[in-house]
């Protein structure tokens, strides 16, 4: 940082900021260049370090004007001059400091974030004695297939696109919409499967937009399978015995051989994208994280998949406005499910991954004219001897079943039913499992939040429970492993507080009788773990982060946890982090009006730069079910946004409030029939407590949420408008009239049970009650909250009278993508923040 005072006078000073595109070796002083400050000891023109709280104090004893600067450094680089004949106020002190920041809006937009160009979608290969990851060793998001032996330590490159990988403008419309549903940013390579054949190979599949690559890791690739632009190849996965591979064309399903390199067609009658085999339709998913449309047998002799019938579903139209042409290539349609509306209608069958007849299952989710017991398709799953297994939905969430099919003849049985109240939330802790002995002749882990928290329960296979596995107020999360012959069951987990994720074991066999014991933690150190076991129950790789230390990766003992060797480290050193100064937050405890605990983050402007509180702040909002805001990880860390408005003298709240992930389902539950309610009410408990420890002033409080957070700014916004001055509003559904069955009938039920309800929780019913300032930004391609949200609220303000800002992007979608947009959207929002706030 930089002040540069080639003018000295004795009763007024000015003080022109510039910055270097160095690192301040002295991130507390401030380097003076022909400095003068009468009336104080630092006096004569010169240059110094200076400490930053002293410059403070200085500037702040000064009245600032700027002269002619006709004369400027050349190796400088020019910042905002401060407003001449402006009194040099705690806020313009803050200002001129601010301008020597080294914190740049392109920051918030560049990705990897700080610490996180990290080894991810790790994998074991089959033998166990290779872990392979994606990797980008310029810290870019184009990544490439590495792998690293564990014996030797060493990393290697296995695959590198011949033509550079996949980017945004070589993929198919299909692939398109799958990463949205996915929220996927990644380049290059995105993916990649072992294929599984003699312990000597060491083999991965790699889909490309040119097509299918099978990379041996001492030979060159093979481009096995091209693709073509009308025709891309979706989905592909490879079977688990490693001879065949399974893919999508042209909405029908197809299965390459991998040994004579022959490809065979296995379905027929697609429509169009009226009919589709093999696809997971948007629903699944968008909001049932079902992302797959067909499964491979674990024998590898049969496949599964979906016929989905869009039919009953009137195409949505987006237009894209920003494209100069018109006609078929500016518009896309799609069969979007309104709320209240019709659903896809979805049928299970089995083929011979060789060929032949499909056998139909006795199931079609979504039928017209008939109950909605069986309405949605969520989960299938193939068990040991050729079993298949679904688990449906009704439309109301309240009931799930899961049955089991004869492949043959296609009939099925109930094996399990449960219900509640609240709503069933989707899992994927359905682990099947195989014949151990005599005591237990097979069945499968199933997961149940009938106590209220997530736990784990054995099973026969005609559905019978054995048993309970876990227990508490506390939920397990995932089951990422079971060794069946030690009866231990590997799973991810709550047991430790709600801000972490750790991994644990517990018994599989449940004694009789025995009060069950607590689960043995593996995973070492507060924070987060993500884990991969290997095949043989050995190790597992551990990726931990936490709001102290950046992600690394390590490899551990399955037996007790401990640490054989690290596979990735990083220090805190690292360059972005340390250029930025960046600073986790502090986690809070404040108490909800019902004496829930609801934890908090808060990032604290600089009391050196700034001064004391309180400050000016901004309350970013999610609010939403399912998802979890504040925990243990360097995600909060390097939430660049916070940060930044952290280095602008802002103070910056995050909390989560009733109704949000990972607390269990009343905790969860708080939000039925009542988005919009609950969740504003607890935010502006959070609001009420910042003001209450002095930290925040009651008339420069504001809000900034994307999507169901877009729509809680907007909604608290209106709601209590003496409290809140502004908000910034991204992607908000404005009235859940408008948004899709699965999502808006799971938490408000359906429009003609609950027309109150829907009517108190539309942002567009309050738009009279609001006085503070708002910005809308849209995405004018949003396919999941379209852009009619905003438009009909914008027509509520103009109807109420109601000034609006309004920021929309004509080709983006849900997740804004192109970096000029993120960078100019970034500047748009803190240039209102600045002026509302």
Known sequence: MFFDCPQVQQNINWIDTYELSILNPYPNLIFCIGFSFPDHQ????????????????????????????????????????????????????????????????????????????????????????????????????????FV????????????????????????????KLRRERSRERGLGVTRYEWVKTSPRKKRIMVPLPVGIYIQDLSIHSDLKLPSASCTPIIDPHVSPDGTMLAYVRDNELHVFNLVHNVSKQLTSGA????????????????????????????????????????????????????????????????????????????????????????????????????????????????MHGNILTAQVLNRSHSKLKILKFDIKTGQRKVILEEEHETWINLHDCFTPLDRVNTRFPGGFIWSSEKTGFRHLYLHYLDGQCLGTITQGDWMVEQVVGVN??????????????????????????????NLLQVPFRLTQGKGKHVVVLDHQMQRFVDIYDSLGSPPKVTVHSLSD???????????????????????????????????????????????????????????????????????????NTVDMRAQYLRSKGILVWKM??????????????????????????????????????????????????????????????????????????????TSWDGYDTFYTEKYMGLPSENQSGYLQSSVIHHVDNMKGKLLLVHGMIDENVHFRH???????????????????????RHMPRRLRDRKYMEERIWDFIERSL
């Open 42 to 145: 630092l006096q004569g023109v010169g240059h110094a370090w200076i400490e930053a709280q002293t410059v403070n104090f200085l500037v702040n004893k000064l009245v600032m004007q700027s002269p002619n600067t006709s004369n400027k450094k050349k190796n400088l680089k020019r910042s905002r001059s401060l407003r001449h004949d402006m009194p040099a106020t705690d806020t313009t002190a803050a200002n001129a400091l601010d301008n020597c920041s080294v914190f740049p809006v392109e920051e918030i937009v560049q990705y990897p974030l700080p610490g996180y160009g990290v080894p991810n979608l790790i994998s074991f290969s089959p033998d166990g004695s290779l872990i392979a990851y994606l990797f980008s060793l310029d810290q870019t998001l184009n990544r490439k297939v």
């Open 561 to 635: 946890g401990s640490l054989i060797m690290p596979l990735f480290e990083q220090p805190l050193s690292i360059p972005r982090f340390k250029k930025l100064q960046l600073q986790p937050p502090d986690l809070i405890q404040v108490e909800a009006k019902d004496g829930t605990t609801l934890y908090g983050a808060l990032y604290k402007p600089d009391p050196a730069r700034f001064g004391p509180p309180p400050y000016k702040t901004m309350i970013q909002v999610y609010g939403g079910p399912s998802v979890q805001l504040v925990c243990d990880s360097w995600i």
């Open 148 to 175: 690293f032996d564990p014996n030797s330590r060493k990393h290697e490159l296995f695959f590198s696109p011949p033509d550079g990988g996949l980017d945004e403008n070589n993929l198919s419309a299909e692939e």
């Open 656 to 733: 989560d409030n009733r109704g949000t992930a990972r607390r269990g389902l009343k905790f969860e539950g708080a939000l039925k029939y009542n988005c919009g309610q609950i969740d504003a009410e607890d935010q502006v408990t959070g609001a009420e407590w910042l003001i209450k420890q002095g930290l925040a002033n009651h008339d420069h409080i504001g809000l900034y949420g994307w999507s169901y957070g877009g729509y809680l700014s907007a909604m608290t916004l209106t709601k209590f408008p003496e409290l809140f001055k502004c908000a910034v509003s991204g992607a908000p559904v």
């Open 790 to 812: 905003t438009a009909r609220l914008v027509n509520a303000l103009v109807a109420a009278g109601k000034p609006y800002e309004l920021l929309i992007f004509p080709d983006e």
């Open 271 to 382: 429509n169009g994208n009226v009919i589709t085999h093999g696809l997971s339709e948007y629903i699944a998913q968008e909001e049932m994280e079902r992302k797959n449309g067909y499964w491979w047998s674990l024998d590898s002799k049969f496949i599964a998949f979906t016929e989905v019938d869009h039919s009953e579903i009137p195409p949505f139209r987006i237009m894209h406005q920003g494209k100069s042409s018109v006609g078929s290539e500016a518009q896309e349609d799609h069969s979007y499910p309104f709320v209240g509306g019709p659903n896809v209608e979805v049928r299970l069958g089995v083929v011979p991954a060789t060929g032949g007849p499909v056998t139909w299952m006795d199931l079609l989710c979504g039928e017209r004219g008939h109950t909605n017991n069986e309405e949605y398709l969520a989960r299938v799953c193939w």
């Open 484 to 513: 069946e012959a030690s009866g231990i069951v590997y799973f991810t987990g709550t047991l430790d507080g709600p801000l972490e994720c750790h991994l644990y074991r517990a018994k599989l066999f449940p004694d009789a009788g």
